[in-house]
């Protein structure tokens, strides 16, 4: 498996934060706009700013999806990536953020 790489996500906004999210991963995930080929399976050390914190959270994800550069539609290129149990913490606090839009059909990056 290739080595891990590190990754830097400030979200702006619960739209995108929404966008973003991948509540259907057991974990939690989420999706990192990027332009570097990753592949299925690897892991990735990701600092991510939520939307109105200034904290940075630290996440170990497995790149569970790809959208290359050039995909169709609206997709735009980058990564999903599946968080790991430890980061459960994180999970919580995002949907904490989003509790009442999770349930909405909004558009996501991936999904």
Request: proline share 8%; hydrophobic share 40%.
């Amino acid at each position: 498996m290739a080595a891990q790489k590190a990754l830097s996500l400030t979200i702006p906004d619960l739209p995108t934060l929404l966008s973003a999210y991948m509540p259907f991963l057991d974990h939690g995930g989420i999706f990192v706009p990027t332009q570097t080929h990753y592949a299925l399976g690897q892991q990735v050390f990701l600092l991510l700013t939520l939307p109105g914190e200034s904290e940075r959270l630290s996440v170990t994800g497995q790149v569970v999806w790809v959208s290359p550069e050039g995909v169709s539609g609206r997709r735009m290129p980058g990564i999903g990536l599946h968080f790991s149990q430890q980061d459960y913490p994180v999970r919580d606090r995002i949907e904490t953020l989003l509790a009442a839009q999770l349930d909405k059909a909004a558009p996501s990056f991936t999904l």
